[in-house]
């Protein structure tokens, strides 16, 4: 499902790119990712940003899951695609969850862990409207518990975000 993602992403970014620029200082929006996200996105200069994000996710009544992470992005241009950029980086996000399940492991369990993300994904402005689209994939290794800590190759996200210049 995520490869079928990325692809209609990035055709829909190449279908709109003879009109595109890339200029764009800061950008606010949605990650639509595990779990959703509020994304803030601030240009250091032409090509060094940072990303900022804060998510949550509840799954019934027994857990909720919340994610607060800080990326460091280096951008550069894909030549003859205006307005399209390609970003590496890294940077560090906290996890907190909660399982509620007193029914079936006869307890609650509360955990907090650290992650070290690397990112790579491609970027997106639209030329005549201050819409940014982005598409990313931010494996993890979480430092934690033997339940949710290790490496995490399942994160990443399509965002959508408002531009400022």
């Known amino acids: 499902m995520k490869h079928l993602i990325f692809t209609f992403v990035l055709a829909f970014c190449c279908t709109f790119a003879v009109s595109a620029q890339s200029e764009y200082k800061s950008a606010i929006g949605l990650r639509f990712g595990y779990p959703a996200s509020i994304t803030f996105k601030q240009f250091l200069n032409e090509k060094n940003a940072i990303e900022v994000y804060a998510g949550f996710r509840r799954w019934g009544n027994y857990l909720s899951y919340t994610n ?4 460091y992005q280096i951008h550069a241009p894909i030549k003859g695609v205006e307005g399209l950029q390609w970003y590496v980086g890294g940077g560090a ?3 907190i969850w909660k399982y509620d399940d007193t029914y079936n492991f006869g307890g609650d369990f509360n955990n907090f862990n650290l992650g070290v993300s690397g990112c790579l994904g491609l970027d997106y402005k639209f030329a ?7 598409v990313d994939w931010v494996p993890t290794f979480v430092i934690g518990d033997a339940y949710y800590g290790g490496f995490r190759g399942d994160a ?10």
């Open 68 to 71: 607060v992470g800080a990326l």
């Open 93 to 95: 996000s906290a996890f």
């Open 128 to 134: 005549e409207y201050p819409i940014n689209l982005s």
């Open 156 to 165: 990443g996200a399509l965002s959508a975000r408002y531009t400022f210049r």
